[in-house]
């Protein structure tokens, strides 16, 4: 039997050609009537800079900055994520109700990308790489290349045109 997929994982970084990586997931979703869950994730910043940057701004700030804007950049982060989808489907509407949801998470990029498949129980991962020529494997997008060999499910890299 042909896989029917019915929940699909676009995971996006945002960058301006992330789109094209979305228009496979629009396809996918819409030929088999499935649900597209999109996810960002902010990546956690580096030990050592955390380090820097806390020590710099003195005791508990850091923690104290971070908690009043987290909440702020994520709205801003989905509000953008909102458009995006809105934009990319101005000519087909009606692939906007096969959003399901759009969300925003903070933390380690492959592992929040793996436990958003499983909490929304994605048939399907489509993400985007920007490979880069012989050095493609050092960058065939790191992340693409770690969801690739964790995933339990089937991942579509699609490579980000130049």
Do not use: W
Request: aromatic share 6%; with cysteine.
């Amino acid at each position: 039997m042909l896989p029917n997929y019915k929940n699909i994982l676009y995971a996006t970084d945002l960058t301006p050609n992330s789109e094209y990586a979305f228009k496979h997931a629009v396809m996918m979703a819409r030929r088999s009537q499935a649900k597209i869950h999109l996810i960002h994730v902010v990546p956690e910043i580096d030990a050592g800079f955390r380090s820097y940057v806390s020590a710099v701004m003195g005791e508990g700030k850091l923690e104290s900055f971070e908690g009043q804007h987290e909440e702020d950049a994520r709205n801003g982060l989905k509000k953008r994520l909102e458009m995006f989808a809105h934009d990319e489907l101005e000519d087909h509407p009606e692939d906007l109700k096969n959003i399901a949801e759009i969300e925003v998470v903070h933390g380690h990029t492959v592992s929040e990308i793996l436990l958003a498949a499983n909490r929304c129980n994605a048939e399907v991962i489509v993400m985007g790489t920007h490979g880069k020529g012989t050095k493609g494997h050092t960058f065939l997008g790191s992340v693409a290349e770690k969801v690739l060999h964790k995933s339990k499910i089937p991942v579509f890299v699609i490579p980000i045109p130049d």
